[in-house]
Each structure stands twice: as structure tokens, then as C-alpha cells.
């Protein structure tokens, strides 16, 4: 049985990732054959919107199988893991520009990569289950598939708080960091899949579109803001400690115990990504980034830690951020050659997709 599945309910197409043992995370061939489909559909007049669901009850999608990329960047020469980001970050541009709805259901666990196969869609919805996040310094790398592009448009510096914690959030805040637009109740989407087939997307949402329960990132603007806005990591961390509010304090022991090389490089990749503009560039500056980070110590030991193991002590190289240098940070920038992903020049001449 494939891994992703594929069919069209009246005008409706639908892709439902189908790997709930490892909550859909996506491999290479999945990520070949979702591209497949979508060039069909384009190109399809019957189909006039797709629609992306995960299988089980646990979410949408925890990610990249990041299994594979730890025993390619332990065991190999890195080729596999390139190959499969380079075909990955194509699919997340792809999704950002197709010219038809593209209708993510966010619901329970997307992280990851299966932000990257979601949030750039034009219909996001969440639900009371969705808990969407980016952890990935928590495993020694830094967030991809144009996560830090959609972070860095995030108000304020609440993406900043997103990229460096990895911290999960719920259907409110998603809406309010603009990682998704729509919140539907769990309960309501098998109606609103009844609805897609028949109806334009604007009328189908119509009809089951709420508004969600009370997020907990609005109350905390001042002090995220106030904390995550400094130069450094070393200043981020010292300014959260300082701050009389219990959960700054909890969010800056929470930070201190990430790679301290992807801290650095993430709130680098953060920055750059708000000068770079266009996802496509960003995407480009991510695949140099974690082409880097193979090459690197923290990368395999964070996985090791959090997901093989599950000790959940990695022994992080460096240990401390002020053994991480400038230097260090910037060779995870360093041009590529002719290896690199090359999705610039396409920005320049695409328009976003208006529906």
C-alpha cells in the first residue's frame, strides 16, 4: 500500500497522507508523487480544488522522516538527505504558487515538514486539535521548508519565539502568527470534505467557518516582543530570565537547552529570511543551511536524543553559546555552487494566486 493516496470527489481532489504508525511523515517518494498529482490536476478543468488530510487520529503530519536523515548523515555521504530536501523545498514552493485552492486541514500534530506541505497553501484551516510547530533546534537543525520565511512575517517577534523554541501552538495563535487562515471544528470537517465537492471554497468555508478558542501568545506580546527582539540568542536568553513573568522564565529555560549552533544559525536564517522577500530566495538560503547542518555534529546527536534513544540528553557541540562564533554561524550560509537549489529566479516572475 503507498504511503500517500489519491482521489477526486466531485470537482474536489484529494491527497491524504497515509503513514499513521509515523504520524505521515513524509519520505522522498511521497514527496515525488504529491508533485505528480498536482501536475495532473493543474492541468485537469474537472478539478477545480485539492485538498490535503492526513490519516489517524493523532494529526496531519510530524515531518520529514528524519530516521533516514540520521542514518544518511551518520552512515552516508549526505546525498540521499540533499535529494530529498531539494525535491521537498520545490514541492513547498509549487504549493505556495498553484494556481487552484489548495485547502490544508491542519488538524492535530503538523510540524515540520508537514508545515511545509500545508502552510503555504492558499485555504488553511485549523481545528481545536491542531498543534502546529517547528522544532527543530530541539534536534540540532534549523526550521526549513520556508518555515523561517513563514515566521518572519509573523507580528512582532513572535516568530522569532516559534523558530527558536519550537514551541507548539494551537488553532488561535496559528491564525494570529499567519500560519493558517480559517479555524473549522474537528467535529465539522467531514462535512465541510461533503461540501468541497460541490461547492466553490468560499461558499463550502462559509458554512462551517468559527471562530476559535482563546489563544495565549496575544497576552504575551510585550514581553516576547521585549525579549525576542535582541541581537543575539546570549541576549534573548538573558532577557527572558530577567523578566518577572513566569512563563518568559520558562520559555528561557526552554531555549537554553537547544543546539546551541542551531540557536545561532536559526535566529540568523530568521533575520536574513525578512531582507530576503520572496519564499523562493528563502528556500534557497534554507537548502544551504541544511546542506550544513549534515556536515555538522548536532545534527545526528539531536535525533539520537529525541527521537532514536529517546534520552532526551543530547550532548550538544558546542555545549555553550558563547563557544559558538560568528564564524561558526556563517558557514552554514556559505554559497553552494553548483549544487545549489536555484528557486530564485522563478520569483521574479510568478504572481501569488488570488481565488
Known amino acids: 500500500m503507498s504511503d500517500v493516496q489519491f482521489h477526486v470527489t466531485g470537482h474536489a481532489a484529494h491527497i491524504t497522507l497515509d503513514r499513521p504508525k509515523a504520524l505521515n511523515a513524509l519520505t522522498h517518494d511521497m514527496v515525488l508523487r504529491i508533485d505528480e498529482a498536482l501536475t495532473g490536476w493543474e492541468h485537469d478543468p474537472a478539478v477545480g480544488a485539492v485538498v490535503l488530510t492526513g490519516t489517524g487520529e493523532r494529526g496531519l503530519c510530524a515531518g520529514g522522516d528524519i530516521r533516514a536523515i540520521h542514518d544518511d548523515a551518520r552512515d552516508g555521504d549526505g546525498t540521499a538527505s540533499a535529494a530529498f530536501w531539494r525535491d521537498e523545498y520545490r514541492l513547498n514552493a509549487r504549493i505556495a504558487r498553484y494556481p487552484k485552492p489548495y485547502v490544508a486541514v491542519m488538524d492535530g500534530i503538523v510540524m515540520g515538514g508537514g508545515v511545509g506541505v500545508s502552510a503555504h497553501g492558499s485555504v488553511r484551516i485549523v481545528t481545536e486539535r491542531s498543534r502546529i510547530a517547528m522544532p527543530e533546534t530541539g534536534i540540532g537543525f534549523v526550521p526549513d521548508v520556508g518555515g523561517t520565511y513563514l515566521l518572519a512575517l509573523a507580528p512582532g517577534e513572535l ?197
Not at 462559509?206 to 525579549?227: K, S, Y
Not at 534573548?236 to 512563563?247: G, H, T, W, Y
Not at 528563502?282 to 536524543?305: H, K, M, N, T, W
Open 159 to 355: 516568530g522569532t519565539l516559534l523558530a527558536l523554541t519550537g514551541a507548539p501552538v494551537g488553532a488561535a495563535d496559528a491564525l494570529l502568527c499567519g500560519l493558517a487562515d480559517h479555524f473549522v471544528p474537528s467535529a465539522a470537517l467531514p462535512a465541510l470534505a461533503d461540501d468541497l465537492a460541490g461547492l466553490p471554497v468560499r461558499d463550502a468555508l462559509a458554512r462551517h467557518v468559527q471562530e476559535p478558542p482563546p489563544g495565549q501568545l496575544a497576552a504575551g506580546r510585550t514581553w516576547i516582543d521585549a525579549c525576542f527582539s535582541a541581537g543575539t540568542v546570549e541576549e534573548i536568553a538573558r532577557r527572558l530570565l530577567a523578566q518577572d513573568v513566569p512563563a518568559a522564565d520558562e520559555t528561557g529555560v526552554a531555549l537554553l537547552a537547544k543546539s546551541p549552533t542551531a540557536l545561532k544559525v536559526t535566529l540568523a536564517s530568521l533575520r536574513r529570511a525578512r531582507r530576503l522577500g520572496a519564499l523562493e530566495r528563502v528556500l534557497d538560503q534554507e537548502y544551504r543551511v541544511s546542506r550544513a547542518c549534515l556536515r555538522g555534529p548536532d545534527l545526528v546527536e539531536g535525533i539520537r536524543a529525541q527521537v532514536i534513544d529517546k534520552d532526551r540528553t543530547p550532548n550538544w557541540s558546542p555545549k555553550a553559546l558563547a563557544d559558538v562564533t560568528e564564524a561558526d554561524v556563517e558557514r552554514f550560509f556559505a554559497p553552494l555552487g553548483e549544487q545549489e537549489l536555484g528557486l530564485a529566479p522563478a520569483a521574479d516572475t510568478t504572481e501569488e494566486v488570488v481565488w
